[in-house]
């Protein structure tokens, strides 16, 4: 017995030392990086490199790339920027990417790079902002006059068709701001009796959009609903109402899912919201891409609608946001 | 047979002392050399993966210089239209690209992505500034030339983003894998910590262990040898160490301390044995001596004294009413030296006694050999003062008559001459027979019962008497005996006067 148990501490003490080296060896592995193939690459110039939107657009424009074998190189100012837009593209344009797809932050800038871009055989779309003067291939985006109606129709859902309603738009000389005001003025002018009682701009800032409301909300207490066209302008809105106690009392209808105006339709202080669909952005541009690409030409606008988010169908939404992101991991 | 056994047992379970080391050292050495080889590769493995590193960032560097170079040339070219420097522009470029080309060999994914568009930048450059020289060298004017060349220098700018993004790329992937090694690292570091202490735990118990058995069993063999010494020789040898030398030198322990109370044993068993041999002779010779007195016992029981007396009486009364003289006094004789030897048989007598038997003795003889020989008594003594056991002188007399007289055919003279000197009294017996050889005298003094000479005797034999009597006179010269073949024996006595 005691025989017995001391060959079990032999060959345990044995066993150990060889799990001990076998574990160090394991260790010792070192794995090669497997050789990939590089692929050709599309790159998208954001608006602004971290804003959640163009995540969105990202993830979109990732999908189709995956599915087309290209990869995605996803650029972007770090604020918003005309001359750092035109740089990457004209660095997209010296490096020969395979295509390139595009924000246009000022027509008539962008308009001789463009051409350039595609004088020198590379596909350009633009995306979201368009260049309708230049040579490029197409535009994906909004119908931001389309937009600014649908906003004016959910404002006439949620007050009727009288009263006042107050404005705050993103930038007064922004193209699709501007567009976005004149589709919402066009349709309740020709749909009902709402007057427009002021419109603000806040350059898409925050604390602006928040004071440009506290403003009209102050000079026009009878204000009953407020349009913002651009995402920060929904959230500033939110806080001026909230801070003024007028929750539920003054709608606010905006545009865009930033995550806190998803929140704040939860809570009740953003009524609803107009959202653009920039996922299916991303996915169609990287699609007509690589149709030209591969000899289909395609060209001309590829309109994608907007949606109308509140309280209703807000959970819908957020799952299908959801799967975007996790379609991409 | 069976110790053989054992011992091939022994050797087959036990390890010897050697191998204990053996396995001591290997338990600790293993570790520490698993453990400097890995750290050894793991910083080989550290300091190459720093070495490509410095290498990657030095070719890009070099790449960033070429780049600049071949752009100072071109802006050389332009400035001073110098074949010189747009050799050298196309030289440095040339040197970039291949550099670029050298690095996609072996670069992670995302640098390659970098490098391709690096690469096509600069091919970009070379496009635009060879379309910028070649309307340059149309002698064109700078209007004409001057965007091309903008948009050149623009593609330097580029292109050195690129190069930036490269550097940065690399660093990027370098400090990923130098973190990765490091977590590698510190986790080898863990396990070989680890191995390590189990491997010291592992050989101080060994140690324990093996210091413990060896001490138990010298322990026990200390104990045992002082119990050897006190000459207690049990021992069982105790349970085995498994250490070779340890339990060989316990079992020889064992086999000797068996050996040895086997010994003394058997020397007790010799020493009980010797012990037992000496009772049974001693009992042998008191048996002999029972033997005797019982033979003695049987004669005298055989002839019952008073009816042989009565018997001789009666032929005495029967010689003298026939008027046989001669028969009646040898008759008278014979009884009184029967008479005289039983009553004497165990206390002393005078030699007045002694030769007053010696006469009667002579009496009969004479009838018996007749003129045969001569019988001399000369006696110049007090007789009555010389004690002497019972029947001492009538031997020596028959001796005289049975080895001296009887023989010789012409018959002889025997002498017996009785002389006090001083505290002594000698008696000489002599006679002029045939005397005797070595032999004959070493037979008659020797008093074995083989060597006596059986048949015609009074009983009592020479060595007997005078053994008698120098025991009773604790003298040892007594007695002495010469003879000469053919001239007759002498017989000397020397025996101390009494008061």
Redesign the interface.
């Known amino acids: 017995m005691k025989?017995f148990l001391?060959y079990a501490v032999y060959y345990s003490?044995a066993l150990?030392?060889i799990i001990?080296?076998l574990?160090?060896l394991d260790?010792?592995k070192?794995e090669k990086?497997v050789e990939?193939e590089?692929k050709p690459?599309i790159v998208l110039i954001s608006h602004v490199y971290a804003n959640p939107y163009w995540q969105q657009v990202r993830l979109g424009a990732e999908k189709a790339a995956k599915e087309r074998g290209v990869?995605i190189?996803f650029q972007g100012p770090d604020t918003a920027s005309v001359e750092e837009g035109i740089r990457l593209i004209?660095?997209a344009?010296?490096?020969?990417?395979s295509g390139i797809i595009a924000y246009v932050q000022d027509e008539t800038r962008y308009n001789d790079v463009i051409n350039k871009v595609i004088e020198g055989g590379i596909p350009l779309v633009t995306i979201d902002s368009d260049a309708e003067n230049s040579k490029r291939l197409a535009y994906v985006g909004t119908d931001n006059v389309e937009a600014g109606r649908v906003g004016g129709r959910e404002v006439i859902r949620q007050i009727g068709t009288e009263g006042k309603v107050g404005i705050i738009m993103g930038g007064k000389s922004v193209k699709n701001q501007i567009e976005r005001v004149e589709g919402f003025k066009d349709y309740i002018n020709s749909n009902s009796n709402i007057v427009i009682a002021a419109i603000e701009s806040s350059d898409s800032y925050l604390l602006e959009a928040e004071l440009a409301a506290k403003k009209i909300l102050n000079q026009h207490p009878d204000v009953k609903a407020l349009f913002c066209t651009s995402a920060l302008d929904g959230l500033g809105a939110a806080k001026a109402v909230k801070g003024l106690g007028l929750t539920g009392k003054v709608k606010i209808i905006c545009f865009d899912d930033l995550p806190e105006t998803l929140d704040n339709i939860e809570k009740g202080v953003i009524t609803s919201t107009v959202v653009q669909k920039p996922y299916l952005m991303g996915y169609k541009a990287v699609n007509i891409i690589m149709d030209n690409i591969e000899g289909k030409t395609t060209k001309g606008l590829f309109i994608t609608d907007v949606l109308v988010v509140d309280k209703e169908n807000l959970d819908e939404f957020r799952k299908q946001q959801q799967g975007y992101y996790s379609e991409i991991q | 047979m069976s110790s053989e056994n054992n011992s091939k047992d022994t050797i087959a379970?036990s390890s010897s002392l050697k191998k204990k080391f053996i396995i001591f050292a290997v338990?600790i050495i293993?570790?520490i050399a698993?453990s400097n080889v890995?750290s050894l590769?793991?910083s080989n493995?550290i300091s190459s993966t720093y070495n490509i590193m410095m290498n990657r960032m030095s070719v890009t560097n070099q790449i960033k210089n070429s780049l600049n170079e071949s752009f100072f040339h071109f802006n050389q070219y332009i400035l001073t239209n110098a074949e010189e420097s747009k050799r050298l522009y196309k030289f440095h470029y040339d040197k970039a690209v291949e550099n670029v080309i050298a690095l996609q060999e072996d670069s992670?994914?995302r640098s390659?992505?970098i490098l391709?568009?690096?690469l096509?930048?600069l091919?970009?450059?070379k496009e635009a500034a060879d379309r910028t020289i070649e309307i340059y060298d149309n002698h064109s004017g700078v209007d004409v030339y001057y965007e091309e060349y903008v948009w050149t220098k623009?593609?330097v700018s580029?292109?050195n983003?690129?190069i930036s993004m490269l550097s940065d790329s690399y660093f990027d992937y370098n400090v990923n894998i130098y973190n990765e090694l490091k977590q590698?690292q510190d986790?080898?570091n863990r396990?070989?910590m680890?191995?390590i202490m189990?491997?010291l735990m592992?050989s101080a118990i060994y140690t324990l262990l093996f210091i413990g058995d060896i001490t138990r069993k010298l322990r026990e063999l200390v104990n045992v040898s002082e119990k050897v010494v006190k000459g207690d020789f049990t021992y069982n040898e105790g349970e085995k160490t498994?250490i070779y030398e340890l339990d060989i030198l316990s079992e020889a322990f064992s086999k000797m301390i068996t050996h040895i109370s086997k010994y003394i044993e058997s020397l007790q068993e010799k020493a009980e044995l010797e012990r037992k041999l000496q009772d049974e002779q001693m009992r042998l010779l008191s048996y002999e001596n029972a033997l005797k007195v019982s033979q003695l016992k049987i004669l005298q029981v055989q002839i019952n004294p008073h009816f042989l007396f009565n018997t001789l009486n009666c032929i005495s009364q029967t010689a003298i009413k026939e008027n046989a003289d001669k028969t009646e006094s040898l008759i008278r004789a014979v009884a009184g030296i029967l008479r005289y030897s039983l009553s004497m048989m165990d206390r002393n007598a005078t030699l007045e006694e002694e030769v007053n038997v010696v006469r009667q003795y002579m009496y009969i003889q004479k009838i018996r050999y007749e003129d045969r020989f001569k019988f001399n008594l000369k006696i110049n003594a007090d007789l009555k003062k010389v004690i002497v056991p019972a029947m001492t002188l009538q031997p020596f007399v028959e001796n005289a008559f049975i080895h001296g007289i009887e023989p010789k055919e012409e018959g002889g003279v025997i002498n017996i001459e009785i002389n006090e000197q001083g505290d002594y009294c000698t008696i000489l017996i002599e006679d002029t027979g045939c005397g005797m050889d070595k032999d004959m005298l070493e037979k008659i003094i020797s008093d074995s019962p083989e060597q006596r000479p059986v048949g015609h005797t009074t009983g009592l034999g020479i060595r007997s008497v005078v053994q008698r009597l120098k025991l009773m006179y604790n003298r040892d010269d007594i007695f002495s005996i010469e003879s000469k073949k053919g001239f007759g024996t002498r017989v000397y006595l020397k025996i101390p006067i009494r008061e």
């Open positions: 025989r001391k003490a150990l030392f001990f080296n574990v160090l260790s010792l070192y990086p990939e590089i690459k990869i190189d004209k660095m344009y010296a490096a020969k990417v | 379970k338990i293993l570790p698993t890995v590769i793991m493995r992670d994914l390659r992505y391709r568009d690096l096509n930048s091919k970009s450059f623009e593609i580029y292109c983003a690129f590698k986790h080898v396990v070989l680890a191995y189990t491997a592992v498994y």
